[in-house]
């Protein structure tokens, strides 16, 4: 599926297609997506706060390290705890509501006669993954049939099947197929054929030739070789089948896009239908793998990524049979080696993904990763009992309030901008007015009635779990688009634009202390969680947005000047971005984080101005100090601290070089240097660090 647009770097590289089964999919991931507590968060000692001015170091000067001041009071109670990459305000909360939802399901986990259907597949789930005694006891047989499967496989010609029914239980082996609205059409879902089938976290990792990426792809291999010895293999055979995998790998990694190209939207544009795209693969029946997936053979289709298609093809054609079951019994193995497999498997999973890649100490505890699992494979039936508990509808309102007090500073933003002819902002109005908000949780909840959990069958669970996922997704194809689903489970801590739907999405889970409150004022809360409203609502007009129109079509609405205009100023931000060294030896990528940049910045600038009018009409003194600072110095104070954060160097690396995010002391002090109003407040000298002669802005 197409991208959408998310908030947080806390799902990290995990693509939107894939959310709802990430943990599952990349099982190591998950423990830094979903990042765990500290050991004292069984009971979080201080009540969190949007604007928390004891976490502020006032030894720091707030025109030299604005992020230093905000937070350090932060860094010094929050030490890193051993079982995560990174941990932050983010992973506060996300813990929080981990701790809400565990008791959620061990209360569902007793095998009551009154359990509700919903309450026995979250419950029966969980106690399934927990039960790590019953999972070791039986070892790899219940994988068997499987690997039989595979085995088996005798020519080419049963590659198809094979290959539909590793996709329908969740095994991301060479490409995948789901539904996508239509990039001409969104009102219509077609077939959406892409790239898949690495086990490193994207492409450049198989490509780039520093040091370290050699290393870390040794490290790899000696980690693909592992798990072949954990399946029983000899060390010989082990370690030549690691080599195998990595050589497909490479080559699929080699014709497939890089994570910038694939931000603009036309590079992934080419529409074909299925029986066109058949014929570009004569080596692999497209016409078999469909009938096996009970997917469309006929119909529109994209194809996202039609060199890798071509590549997979020459691949098919040029490699021994016994290399291609090699690769997928690789992918088998690592699909299930999470918390479904025996511990052995899931400490190896652990040690190469979460440790060596991302720098992780210690494994999370059980409970939080089965807790994961279950929001990520049955997410609304556990979210539904979450919002329930935990989001009363005058949240909704208040967000909901919030807003569209954002949307019409769009708009005034959007009438005052100086370069943007009358032609494009009529457009750009109508785009705004027909942004769809969606707060908390879905109106229509998924029914989950055909899913078959059975206690004690952790890995069954997870096959029936994807192959209904797999199901629901292609039935979708052929169909009309639905607007009111979600790509994010309610007790999710993030939120997303989506640009093919044109509506903001905020999941209950985020709408909660430290990022709103009811009991703190406007100055706190549009600081903070107003600022992530402007920042979804940008994304409908940053570098990738721009080119959907209102209804969400791939479809030009700017003039060529406008175009240009807009160009030559996000240049500005690719530039300020590219010159920013994060770890040694590496630079972010300006034109890979332009669009969260972009909507960043753009995010806290419409805050200001919705609360700016607000703060006006209720006649607000500005010059009124609380906890020893103006409402205008809290308001970016309570921006600064959403963004508290302590990193691995490992985990930055891996940020700065993969994630579309920028790290989190840039999206505070980079964003805050192109806001001028922002060392207006603080009275910052013009010679300040966080004071830049040329601010770049575009909204
Ligand atoms: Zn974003």
Redesign the pocket.
């Known amino acids: 599926m197409f991208r959408i647009?998310?908030?947080s770097s806390r799902a990290l590289l995990v693509p939107a297609s894939v959310l709802a089964v990430a943990v599952l999919a990349l099982p190591a991931l998950s423990q830094t997506a979903l990042a765990g507590a500290p050991a004292s968060a069984a009971a979080p000692a201080a009540e969190l706060k949007v604007f928390d001015p004891t976490l502020i170091d006032k030894s720091v000067d707030p025109c030299e390290n604005f992020y230093r001041f905000s937070c350090n009071g932060w860094f010094q109670r929050n030490p890193l705890p051993a079982d995560q990459a990174a941990y932050g305000r983010f992973t506060e909360l996300a813990e929080l509501n981990r701790l809400h939802l565990r008791q959620i399901l061990e209360k569902a986990a007793k095998p009551a006669a009154s359990r509700t259907a919903n309450e026995q597949k979250i419950g029966d789930e969980y106690a399934s993954c927990m039960d790590v005694a019953a999972i070791d006891k039986l070892g790899l047989q219940p994988l068997q049939p499987e690997l039989k499967r595979i085995e088996e496989l005798q020519s080419l010609e049963g590659l198809p099947a094979l290959l539909a029914h590793l996709h329908t239980i969740g095994v991301d082996a060479f490409f995948g197929l789901g539904s996508n609205p239509d990039f001409a059409d969104s009102s219509q879902v077609i077939s959406y054929y892409d790239a898949a089938g690495l086990g490193l976290p994207e492409r450049d990792y198989y490509t780039r030739s520093d040091a370290k990426s050699v290393e870390q792809r040794q490290q790899y291999q000696a980690h693909v070789q592992k798990i072949f010895l954990l399946a029983g293999d000899s060390e010989v055979q082990a370690g030549k089948d690691a080599a195998t995998v990595l050589a497909i790998e490479t080559r699929l990694a080699k014709a497939s896009l890089t994570m910038t190209d694939q931000r603009d939207p036309q590079n992934l544009n080419h529409p074909t239908d299925v029986a066109s795209l058949a014929k570009v693969l004569p080596h692999f029946s497209l016409r078999g793998y469909v009938a096996e997936l009970h997917a469309p053979a006929a119909g529109k289709a994209n194809n996202a990524q039609p060199k890798f298609f071509a590549e997979f093809d020459a691949l098919l054609a040029d490699t021994p049979l016994d290399q291609v079951k090699v690769y997928l019994r690789w992918h088998l193995l690592h699909a299930y080696a999470g918390t479904s497999l025996p511990e052995s498997f899931d400490q190896e999973s652990w040690n190469f993904y979460a440790h060596t890649l991302n720098g992780a100490e210690k494994q999370q505890e059980r409970w939080k990763r089965c807790t994961s699992r279950v929001d990520s494979e049955l997410g609304e039936a556990l979210g539904q009992v979450y919002v329930e508990r935990y989001f009363p509808p005058r949240e909704k309102q208040r967000t909901l309030d919030m807003t569209l007090a954002i949307e019409q500073a769009m708009e005034r933003d959007i009438d005052s901008l100086d370069w943007m002819s009358a032609t494009t902002k009529v457009k750009a109005r109508e785009k705004l007015h027909a942004v769809m908000n969606k707060i908390g949780y879905p109106e229509k909840w998924r029914d989950y009635s055909t899913v078959q959990i059975v206690r004690g069958d952790a890995l069954g669970n997870q096959m029936r779990v994807h192959a209904f996922d797999e199901a629901r997704d292609l039935a979708k194809i052929g169909k009309p688009v639905d607007k009111l689903e979600w790509q994010m489970t309610p007790p999710t801590v993030n939120a997303?634009?989506d640009p093919q739907m044109n509506n903001v999405n905020f999941p209950a889970g985020y709408l909660q202390p430290p990022f709103f409150s009811g009991k703190e004022d406007d100055a706190a809360n549009y600081g903070d969680m107003g600022s992530t409203i402007g920042?979804?609502l940008t994304?409908g007009f940053d570098d990738e947005g721009r080119q959907f129109d209102k209804d969400g079509n791939l479809l030009n609405w700017w003039t060529k000047d406008d175009e240009q205009k807009f160009s030559d100023r996000a240049d500005c931000m690719v530039k300020q971005y590219d010159a920013i060294e994060a770890v040694p030896g590496v630079h972010l990528n300006g034109k890979l984080t332009l669009?969260?940049n972009l909507?960043?910045l753009g995010g806290l600038w419409l805050a200001w101005m919705a609360w700016q009018e607000k703060a006006q009409a209720a006649h607000v003194d500005m010059a009124a100090k609380m906890d020893g600072y103006t409402p205008e110095q809290r308001f970016w104070i309570a921006y600064a601290q959403q963004w508290c954060t302590q990193t691995r160097p490992e985990q930055l690396r891996t940020q700065a070089q993969s994630n579309?995010?920028a790290p989190d002391e840039y999206r505070t002090n980079t964003v805050l240097q192109d806001l001028p109003e922002f060392a207006k407040s603080f009275r910052c000298k013009k010679t300040a660090p966080m004071v830049v002669p040329k601010p770049c802005r575009v909204w």
Request: glycine share 8%.
């Open positions: 647009a998310d908030f997303y634009y920042h979804e994304h669009g969260e909507a960043d579309p995010h």
